[in-house]
């Protein structure tokens, strides 16, 4: 069908694809059009099937040609891709524009040519991978980065009990409570009987948590409380309100003591409060080595980047924005309509809130490209035996029926993950790094060295 294709490489990661048809393959298109409706086409004087075409021609003529020319450049657009390079074929998610699409129309008794315009995987060409040396921050994990997590220790394993005092800060408190006009007459629909929440936490509607400090259990107190114009209830927003509240009940949180009985109410593996603790410096010590290590592998690329730049096509971005939209609605559970309608709410569009997605999607994008171009330069595989350990593994925990073609989709995605795996340890290997300035645990494990990164790249290029 196609007699001819040029392929032209534009700016960008877009390519501009010329292509031909032969006016022999343009007459047996058009041909199929035309008896396509002159078996199904109705028209006053003539019988179902029976309508000559001449009639169709002089009636439809613009339109059969129309429909011909769509199907032509359908159908040649799907063989020419099929048989062009790879690095010339479209990324999925960009679709073919037709350019000088005012000017393009079908002649019966001529080769039929036009070209389009699409965007391809980006062509990146790296020369260095290693040599670099790269600064990252020193970390230690200190007795001061333990206390933090036996308190957290402490909090789960505290045990409510009935307190002997008044509300105060920490307290558990039992209410009920509803809105008075000045009567006193209870607001309809206000009432909340029995509502437990732990005071500061702000888990509360009216946030009276200040509010009822000092009150015992069996008192009622009537709060007067006025509420910002930006208060996070909008129905509260501006508004003042009296509120009827009677304290239920009043509990606290027996803490347990840190000592080695703690300890073995935790774990039968501990047997003091050290082995705890030596337990605990361990898991932060580890989590501090597998963040390093992804810190290391993105400075490095970082660097490989500044030194081969590249442009990202704009499809494959908006697909990295899309996805990580549909995540963000996953997480909260909510229908995309309802999500959007939330944002409306809120004086936003979709694409005005994912806009600064951009940046983060490039960012990833660019990572998993330079990634995948070490991969090549490597020749980095995953042996059969690698794969199908890891795949034991991975399928311990699922469900027992999953189908063949599931099983299979997921060990290609386990097969990719290891030869990352393999190709970030080993990009690592081939570059040097020092030692910067000391990082405080928290920080370093919350992801402010790249923000400090960032801010140092930054600071570099105003001066």
Do not use: C
Request: aromatic share 8%; charged share 35%; glycine share 4%.
């Amino acid at each position: 069908m196609v007699s001819d294709k040029k392929v032209k490489e534009l700016e960008n990661s877009t390519v501009e694809l010329s292509l031909t048809v032969g006016a022999d393959a343009v007459k047996s298109s058009y041909d199929q059009v035309l008896k396509k409706y002159m078996k199904s086409a109705h028209i006053k004087g003539f019988r179902k099937g029976k309508v000559p075409a001449k009639v169709l021609e002089t009636k439809y003529g613009e339109a059969l040609k129309d429909e011909s020319m769509m199907n032509i450049m359908d159908e040649a657009l799907k063989t020419a891709i099929d048989e062009i390079d790879e690095k010339h074929r479209p990324l999925p998610y960009s679709s073919p524009t037709l350019l000088n699409e005012e000017n393009t129309s079908l002649d019966l008794d001529s080769d039929f040519t036009f070209s389009v315009t699409y965007e391809v995987y980006p062509s990146v060409s790296i020369s260095k991978f290693s040599d670099y040396t790269v600064e990252v921050p020193e970390v230690t994990v200190t007795e001061d980065d333990i206390v933090p997590e036996l308190t957290a220790l402490q909090d789960q394993n505290a045990l409510v009990a009935e307190a002997d005092t008044p509300v105060q800060e920490q307290s558990i408190v039992t209410v009920t409570f509803w809105e008075v006009d000045e009567e006193e007459n209870e607001v309809p629909d206000t009432r909340r009987d029995e509502f437990t929440f732990t005071l500061g936490a702000g888990y509360n509607r009216y946030q009276i948590d200040e509010d009822i400090i000092g009150m015992s259990k069996g008192e009622i107190k009537v709060i007067e409380k006025t509420y910002p114009e930006d208060f996070h209830a909008s129905d509260l927003a501006g508004k003042s309100v009296r509120l009827h509240v009677e304290i239920d009940a009043v509990k606290k949180r027996d803490i347990p003591e840190l000592d080695d009985e703690f300890a073995q109410d935790i774990s039968e593996s501990y047997n003091t409060l050290d082995d705890l603790k030596n337990d605990i410096r361990s898991r932060l010590e580890n989590d501090v080595k597998t963040r390093m290590k992804d810190l290391k592998l993105g400075r490095i690329i970082k660097h490989i980047i500044e030194d081969h730049p590249f442009t990202l096509p704009s499809s494959m971005v908006d697909a990295q924005v899309e996805q990580s939209w549909q995540n963000y609605i996953r997480q909260y559970q909510i229908p995309e309509e309802q999500m959007i309608k939330i944002l409306e709410a809120q004086g936003l569009t979709k694409e005005r809130f994912t806009e600064n997605w951009r940046a983060s999607a490039e960012s990833t994008l660019k990572h998993s490209i330079i990634l995948q171009e070490f991969i090549k330069s490597q020749d980095i595989e995953v042996t059969d035996e690698q794969l199908n350990e890891a795949f034991s593994k991975e399928m311990e925990d699922a469900p027992e029926d999953l189908s063949t073609e599931v099983k299979d989709y997921y060990r290609e995605m386990l097969k990719d993950r290891l030869k990352q795996q393999q190709a970030a340890e080993l990009l690592i290997e081939k570059n040097t790094f020092t030692s910067g300035a000391s990082m405080g645990l928290r920080d370093f494990l919350e992801g402010n060295a790249e923000a400090e990164g960032s801010a140092e790249a930054e600071e570099e290029e105003n001066q």
